[in-house]
């Protein structure tokens, strides 16, 4: 192949490979749940009998296909005799600690928000870069044997209360700097708020994107949260954690002007016949 021909074709590789890598990452279900436990009292391990101190909480739930796992719930630590309780617990990140994942990856974002930007738009993670939030009430009501009767219906019907009409929001407790939560509307949804009110979100399913500048210093930056009741504090979750890495190498803009220039040179030349090399 022709020296000059191998810049495009790199640059045509590199966006199949993040096609291919969103495609991956998409699924007819939300990655993630917005419930409320409905445990009252453990049944086994260290804590059986005891009172369970996430019963009637928002609790962010990670669709593990036929199953939940509860992300940041109120758990306790110590002896079952004089136990703690604590606002988090030890599954609170996201890719899970267990998995031993790298932080979720920030590429080259798209669209007149994020041209330009390292965003999670394009997340290449099978099990957590699907990065929709909706109501475990979407999941109710559908047949029985479906995807979403088995999810809605798992753990013993642990996580299937209906949320109805309750006034959820979504509170940003910290963030690394650099790192910013937008979606397809608004760059910084926190700009005026800690605090942003997901009903109107959640009617269509809530897909944050979360983002840094293009020359974003290497290293992992972490987003924190907790959902609260808007209505009633007392049904707040546990705080939890979102990781992520910026990955693609920093090009200036003007690459890119230069690098579209070529491709579409190389194909004018080719329909008349002119040399490429």
Do not use: C
């Not at 279900?29 to 804590?47: H, M, P, R, V, W």
């Not at 267990?98 to 669209?111: F, K, Q, R, V």
């Not at 407790?173 to 608004?186: E, N, P, Y």
């Amino acid at each position: 192949m022709k020296k000059n021909q191998l810049l495009p074709v790199a640059l045509l590789a590199m966006g199949l490979s993040i096609a291919g890598q969103s495609l991956a990452a998409e699924s007819s279900l939300a990655g993630y749940y917005i419930g409320i436990d409905g445990t009252d009292t453990f049944t086994s391990g260290t804590y059986n009998g005891l009172a369970n101190p996430n019963a009637g909480n928002l609790t962010l739930l990670l669709n593990h296909g036929n199953h939940y796992h509860g992300i940041g719930a109120y758990a306790y630590s110590g002896p079952a005799g004089s136990p703690t309780t604590n606002d988090t617990n030890t599954n609170n990140r996201i890719p899970e600690i267990s998995s031993l994942d790298a932080p979720l990856a920030l590429n080259w974002g798209s669209g007149s928000l994020y041209s330009g930007k390292l965003t999670s738009q394009n997340n290449p993670s099978e099990d957590y870069g699907n990065l929709t939030f909706a109501r475990v009430d979407d999941l109710a009501g559908h047949e029985t044997g479906s995807e979403q009767q088995i999810l809605f219906n798992s753990s013993n019907n642990r996580w299937s209360t209906l949320l109805g009409d309750t006034a959820i929001g979504l509170q940003l407790i910290s963030a690394t700097a650099g790192l910013f939560v937008g979606d397809q509307q608004t760059a910084n949804l926190f700009a005026i708020s800690d605090t942003i009110n997901l009903d109107s979100y959640l009617t269509t399913g809530f897909s944050p994107i979360f983002w840094t500048a293009s020359d974003a210093v290497a290293g992992t930056y972490t987003a924190e949260f907790r959902l609260v009741g808007l209505n009633d504090a007392n049904i707040n979750s546990g705080r939890f954690y979102f990781d992520f890495a910026p990955t693609a190498v920093p090009l200036p803009a003007a690459f890119w002007f230069f690098a579209s220039g070529l491709f579409g040179y190389i194909g004018l030349s080719r329909k008349r016949g002119l040399p490429t090399a």
